[in-house]
């Protein structure tokens, strides 16, 4: 995680801002990691809790009857089965999509210079910035016009807002770091724009494209109002049924598909974040077919998709 | 330039009418939408003929999916039915009664005259707002051959909230504003308003109502009750007598407020968190705009055992909730004979069952085959529910939905920011800016 | 370098194409809350507009909804800058905690709230553990964190739940530039305490300051965060656009319109700052 999503610069071992750390220093340490873990291993377990507690009263400490009636509705392949399915499909869609119409803008955004970088960045960052509910209203009729309100395809292309919006800004910063020597080399060697691109580029930055599906991912994944709005109650995400289950007071139901709404982010946030805890430079990516498949399948897919 | 882009969506929305009428032929023709034929007409067909559109065709219905219960009782028990019966697809999406209005609201602007859904679960302001702007197909739903079996004597169901259905929506359940207290903590519950301020001073902080729909409710009924009771309030919205009732009621609120829940200051965003608070024992009552939800919010394990439900003594608001077809349903024909078979005996029963949904059937019993009413009669009773004889006693039909429209903004805009100024205070409503449906008149 | 700019003209125009979505809602949005579109639509008028304005619980709102992002995003950055000075190493106490700090980032906002209630609530898991200790004896006894006014159970969900974004961030600027810079520093003299203060918060605040505001920019934009945990009165400025969307009287509903109206001005108006920190960093980093 001590990665900048930045290509061509690693991290070596950093100073220790206090040297001869004191006793004193050593408690606020403990302290701090313990109330970290708490915050990162407390939600789950506290949502594991309420998706099988049959009741769980004030003042009871914990559950006071246990039962399996919410997993065993996802396991029969209920509505919160199919939600998570929908979910997928829609947040990698998001996320390669997003990354194929984002990485050229965040170029684009980082050669320009003096207002027009100003405006365009600002430009590029409004949709993830607007309020949710006035881009939802905004694309509603147009979105009716075009027959694509209450369809796939209608919200992949809803939550394509945010998440280009966010995306064109995360290429924005790692274009702005690229090193452009390597295309550089590539053109004085009779590389078509086109070539770099595909051959030199794109490869380089296998590992922040591998992120930027991550991120588009998860624009996607937790969306709400966009997801309503454009899917008009027919497409059902997981965060709508949280959201169903949250309004009707079923709290275990509400925590069922909370649990699977946080787990395969961490699960996914995890195993990346151990890759780049481990220091693999960004260069040696690990092969597509060993890496996490958010970070493979759409890493390779901007090749593919314009070879 | 934008303003000009919002006039022509307008523009769009008048040229409707001939639209929907070209784009029906060439429906037909296409043969890709089976029943599109408007409601209305339909209703004048033999009902054979209204089966026979209906037959392979999908019906997409709106409404609020947030109850396991209605859940199942729709998926489980309904949607088959209508596969082996009519061979009708039942496609239930999740949708309430503001967002309906406004996704049809931006169909219309949008010029899309063959709509996405073809029923609508609504009523009361919903119903009165359709109705107003427009948005509704009819009139259709006395055609149904079981709208003969509906109990039309009963001022509850025969009307909504004060307004004749006209054949605009067919009724479909009944429910009753019931309140819910622990048999534990209080034994012996208020039975009357009065009673309960009595309990609620002797009690601080131990009662509160929610922010939404429920609560609205049970502000109404407070205001009916203190304002004479429900006779005065029938018939079209009487702007002076809802003046002098929501003066008492304010009146009421301000002197329960300081010993509510959080001194008045802060409400439950809505009635699963009110239910919350209550189960949880940070107050002493819930509601329910349901008497017999208690029940299954118990087997649920979100209320605790010992929960139960009633109603005062001074009265109980009733009301009966419909289904509608919207103006651009791609399937009338599938819309109508879904609500017909939902005012079948049969389908009215399971969902009476207090095991399942539990909710109030709208037929009458004495226009039932006697087999039929018998088993209405033989319906299982559960002790947490409100005796079936009590509820009848005690029900009081809605008033106008333009009472609750004032109450919900007056509410919101007074009695939440706590500001010692009544509404009523101001004397005449229509001087003020929030009443611009006086003009265009209720 | 005038044909790359050039070159660069498609991107800036796709770029224009992305905020357009933005663009066409500002159009609807304005159209509506001046009576042209929308529910009950019934011609120009300013009533909307009018009511609004001389609406004081409005303004109060939005003066909470501002009050309690910032002190949430204050914290969120606090605790980040803690997180990411404090555990730099590259030894196991030092990853957990960068682990640790990362998990809550993919919890959507809905479920930090509902589970926010479950935890802080009069009645929630901390007033039983407080009950089981025998400090209160009844939920009242506990104080409110939730719909309370001074929000503080909404503003500890939030900086919780912003803590990751800011400490990814803080750690990639600290390894990015902080080495040179504190190397730099330390090789002319200065002590880690003077080099911490004068060389890596600096550094830290300028590199971070745009991920505080785009932080800032979605807590106060959260309905579900602050229908839940916000206060009832003020009522929180994403609740009250959405309560007029819905509200029963059909003419309030044109009032939601020119609240989204006002979230998109001063939405343009946090990204400007936000673009503005940004170049500030970035002539930092060049």
């Known amino acids: 995680m001590t990665h900048a999503p930045v290509p061509g610069r690693t991290t070596a071992a950093p100073i220790p801002v206090a040297t001869g750390a004191s006793p004193g220093w050593r408690g606020v340490r403990l302290a701090m990691v313990t109330l970290l873990v708490i915050s990162a291993v407390g939600p789950p377990a506290l949502l594991a809790m309420l998706s099988a507690s049959q009741s769980w009263f004030y003042p009871a400490l914990l559950p006071t009857g246990w039962t399996a009636d919410a997993w065993s509705a996802v396991v029969r392949r209920g509505p919160l089965a199919r939600a998570v399915g929908t979910s997928v499909v829609l947040g990698l869609t998001t996320g390669v999509v997003g990354c194929v119409l984002a990485a050229p803008i965040g170029r684009a955004l980082a050669r320009l210079h003096g207002a027009a970088r100003h405006v365009a960045v600002a430009a590029a960052v409004l949709p993830a910035a607007a309020p949710p509910i006035a881009v939802a209203t905004g694309l509603q009729l147009t979105f009716v016009r075009a027959q694509l309100a209450g369809t796939p395809v209608g919200v992949v292309l809803a939550h394509l807002v945010p998440a280009v919006g966010v995306l064109s800004f995360f290429f924005f910063a790692v274009f702005t770091a690229y090193d452009t020597r390597l295309d550089d080399e590539a053109r004085s060697l009779g590389a078509s724009p086109r070539q770099v691109w595909l051959r030199v580029t794109l490869p380089t930055l296998r590992p922040q494209l591998g992120a930027g599906v991550g991120l588009g991912f998860l624009v996607s994944w937790g969306q709400v109002p966009l997801t309503l709005v454009i899917g008009g109650g027919r497409v059902h995400t997981l965060p709508l049924e949280v959201m169903g289950y949250v309004q009707a007071g079923e709290t275990r139901f509400a925590a069922a598909a909370a649990l699977l709404l946080i787990l395969l982010p961490i699960v996914l946030l995890l195993v990346a974040s151990a890759r780049l805890v481990r220091g693999s430079a960004p260069a040696s990516a690990p092969a597509p077919a060993s890496a996490p498949a958010p970070a493979s399948a759409p890493a390779s897919a901007p090749t593919r998709v314009s070879a | 330039m934008l303003a000009a882009a919002?006039?022509?969506?307008?523009?769009?929305?008048?040229?409707?009418?001939?639209?929907?009428?070209?784009?029906?032929?060439?429906?037909?023709?296409?043969?890709?939408?089976?029943?599109?034929?408007?409601?209305?007409?339909?209703?004048?067909?033999?009902?054979?003929?209204?089966?026979?559109?209906?037959?392979?065709?999908?019906?997409?219905?709106?409404?609020?999916r947030g109850d396991p219960a209605i859940n199942h009782y729709v998926d489980e028990w309904l949607a088959?039915?209508?596969?082996?019966?009519?061979?009708?697809?039942?496609?239930?999406?999740?949708?309430?009664?503001?967002?309906?209005?406004?996704?049809?609201?931006?169909?219309?602007?949008?010029?899309?005259?063959?709509?996405?859904?073809?029923?609508l679960w609504i009523n009361g302001e919903t119903f009165h707002n359709l109705r107003r702007e427009g948005l509704l197909a009819g009139p259709w739903a006395r055609s149904l051959p079981a709208a003969a079996l509906v109990d039309t004597a009963s001022p509850i169901v025969a009307r909504d909230f004060g307004e004749d259905p006209a054949g605009y929506e067919s009724p479909w359940g009944r429910v009753e504003l019931a309140l819910i207290y622990d048999s534990t903590r209080t034994p012996e519950p208020p039975r009357t308003?009065?009673?309960?301020?009595?309990?609620?001073?002797?009690?601080?902080?131990?009662?509160?109502?929610d922010q939404g729909f429920t609560g609205l409710a049970f502000l109404t009924g407070l205001m009916i009750h203190l304002g004479g009771g429900a006779s005065r309030f029938t018939g079209p919205f009487d702007s002076a007598r809802y003046v002098a009732a929501s003066a008492r009621l304010w009146d009421w609120l301000a002197r329960a407020r300081p010993d509510l829940w959080r001194h008045g200051a802060?409400?439950?965003?809505?009635?699963?968190?009110l239910e919350h608070l209550f189960a949880n024992r940070e107050v002493d009552f819930a509601m329910s705009y349901n008497e017999n939800e208690v029940v299954s919010k118990v087997r649920d394990g979100a209320l605790p055992a010992t929960s139960r439900a009633y109603v005062l003594r001074d009265g109980a608001l009733a009301n009966a909730h419909f289904v509608a077809i919207?103006?651009?349903?791609?399937?009338?024909?599938?819309?109508?004979?879904?609500?017909?078979?939902?005012?079948?005996?049969?389908a009215q029963l399971e969902k009476a069952r207090p095991d399942g949904w539990g909710d109030g059937s709208v037929l009458a019993v004495d226009r039932l085959p006697p087999e039929w009413a018998r088993r209405f009669a033989r319906l299982p009773a559960d002790a947490r529910q409100v005796p079936r004889d009590t509820l009848a006693r005690y029900a009081e039909p809605e008033a106008s939905p333009r009472y609750s429209e004032l109450l919900q903004s007056d509410w919101r805009t007074h009695v939440r920011t706590g500001t010692t100024e009544h509404p009523s205070a101001g004397g005449d409503p229509e001087s003020r800016t929030t009443r611009p449906a006086l003009r265009s008149g209720p | 370098m005038t044909a790359r700019a050039s070159g660069s003209a498609p991107g800036a125009a796709l770029a224009g194409l992305v905020a357009a979505p933005v663009v066409v809602g500002l159009g609807y949005s304005a159209a509506a809350a001046i009576g042209l579109a929308g529910p009950a639509a019934r011609g120009l008028s300013l009533v909307h507009i009018d009511r609004v304005m001389r609406d004081a619980t409005v303004w109060r709102g939005l003066a909470w909804t501002i009050y309690a992002a910032a002190l949430a995003t204050a914290l969120a950055t606090a605790a980040a800058v803690a997180v990411a000075i404090g555990f730099r190493g590259t030894g196991i106490g030092d990853r957990l905690a960068r682990i640790a700090a990362l998990v809550p980032f993919p919890i959507p906002y809905v479920v930090a709230a509902a589970g926010a209630v479950l935890v802080l609530g009069q009645s929630g898991l901390l007033a039983r553990l407080a009950a089981a200790a025998g400090v209160i004896?009844?939920?009242?006894?506990?104080?409110?964190?939730?719909?309370?006014?001074?929000?503080?159970?909404?503003?500890?969900?939030?900086?919780?739940?912003?803590?990751?974004?800011?400490?990814?961030?803080?750690?990639?600027?600290?390894?990015?530039?902080?080495q040179q810079l504190e190397e730099t520093a330390r090789t002319l003299g200065a002590s880690p305490a003077a080099t911490l203060r004068r060389v890596t918060v600096p550094l830290l605040w300028r590199g971070l300051a745009p991920a505080v505001v785009l932080v800032f920019i979605f807590i106060a934009g959260t309905y579900e965060g602050a229908a839940l945990l916000g206060p009832t009165d003020p009522l929180p400025f994403a609740v009250a656009t959405y309560e007029r969307y819905q509200a029963l009287d059909l003419t309030l509903r044109g009032d939601g319109f020119v609240l989204t109206l006002l979230g998109l001005i001063l939405g343009l108006a946090a990204v400007a700052v936000f673009e503005w920190t940004r170049a500030r960093a970035e002539r930092l980093r060049s």
């Open chain 2, 193 to 209: 308003y009065e009673a309960l301020a009595d309990w609620v001073h002797a009690h601080p902080g131990r009662f509160t109502y």
């Open chain 2, 6 to 64: 919002a006039c022509g969506h307008r523009a769009a929305a008048r040229d409707a009418t001939r639209d929907a009428t070209r784009d029906a032929t060439r429906g037909v023709t296409r043969g890709v939408t089976p029943g599109l034929a408007s409601a209305a007409a339909l209703a004048r067909m033999p009902w054979d003929s209204v089966v026979a559109r209906a037959r392979g065709s999908t019906v997409r219905w709106l409404l609020w």
């Open chain 2, 326 to 346: 919207p103006f651009n349903a791609p399937n009338a024909a599938g819309a109508m004979v879904v609500a017909n078979v939902l005012l079948s005996p049969e």
């Open chain 3, 137 to 178: 004896h009844d939920p009242s006894g506990f104080p409110p964190l939730v719909l309370d006014r001074p929000g503080l159970g909404f503003i500890l969900t939030f900086a919780w739940k912003e803590v990751p974004f800011l400490t990814f961030v803080a750690v990639s600027v600290l390894a990015t530039r902080g």
């Open chain 2, 80 to 119: 088959p039915r209508l596969a082996m019966r009519y061979g009708i697809t039942l496609d239930p999406v999740d949708a309430q009664g503001p967002a309906i209005l406004n996704a049809l609201v931006v169909e219309r602007e949008a010029g899309r005259t063959v709509g996405t859904a073809d029923l």
């Open chain 2, 266 to 273: 802060a409400y439950p965003q809505g009635v699963a968190q």
